[in-house]
């Protein structure tokens, strides 16, 4: 059985612009799982320039799962960018010290959105900005050039900006047995073996699979 190599930074031949992300992260607090891929339309490199105002101190995260598919100039705004929002005025004339400093914010009186989560199996589009905190459900959906501001649920299709459900890809009940069957989690032999049934629409089928699989 040949099977990709997940831990590859180009898995495709003479092509430098996709990369699996993993392989190229440097910040201890991106974390990305085996598979999401990076295509930018100059170098997948890029991909931690487009991770903006994430600044250690902070300590928030940007967790990405599994078989993600994130296209060019995906962004994702972190908490860093907040500023105080409770006074008169938003500017942070903190930052530019001398007199100025003494009316630091204490980091409880800065906006914290808490971690940004990607789940498995989902698919950002082309030029779309992810906000802080958010959480994107497993197999959902992001269109092109969106903004998402809040959660968006699995398996749903979302566009615009700010970004609005457009539809669902499953019903509910449908949605309950591929979050139960969780196929991102198998082993990647396992994967490889029913992907006829992963890349169609026959839920059926793969729940069979996957009863059987565990007898």
């Known amino acids: 059985m040949q099977i990709p190599d997940s831990n590859q930074i180009y898995p495709l031949k003479d092509y430098n612009r996709l990369v699996f992300l ?20 100059e170098d997948g490199l890029n991909f931690e320039q487009n991770v903006l105002y994430h600044f250690d101190f902070l300590g928030d995260k940007l967790i990405i799962g599994k078989f993600c598919a994130i296209g060019s100039n995906v962004q994702f705004i972190m908490n860093g960018a907040n500023h105080k929002m409770d006074g008169i005025s938003t500017f942070p004339f903190n930052i530019f010290g001398r007199n100025w400093s003494v009316i630091t914010p204490t980091p409880e009186q800065l906006p914290f959105k808490g971690n940004t989560v990607i789940e498995n199996d989902v698919w950002i589009g082309y030029k779309a900005t992810i906000m802080p905190g958010v959480n ?68 059926r089928k793969l729940e069979e699979f996957y009863k059987s699989s565990k007898a």
Not at 22 to 34: A, L, R, T
Not at 157 to 176: C, S, W, Y
């Open 22 to 41: 993993k392989n190229i992260i440097k910040s201890p607090n991106i974390i990305v799982g085996d598979y999401s891929y990076y295509d930018d339309h």
């Open 136 to 203: 994107i459900g497993n197999g959902a959906i992001i269109a092109a050039h969106s903004v998402v501001t809040k959660d968006v649920e699995p398996y749903s299709i979302v566009g615009g900006n700010p970004a609005k459900l457009i539809r669902k890809r499953f019903t509910d009940e449908q949605i309950k047995k591929l979050l139960d069957i969780a196929w991102w989690n198998w082993n990647i032999e396992k994967i490889t073996s029913a992907l006829p049934l992963i890349v169609n629409g026959d839920i």
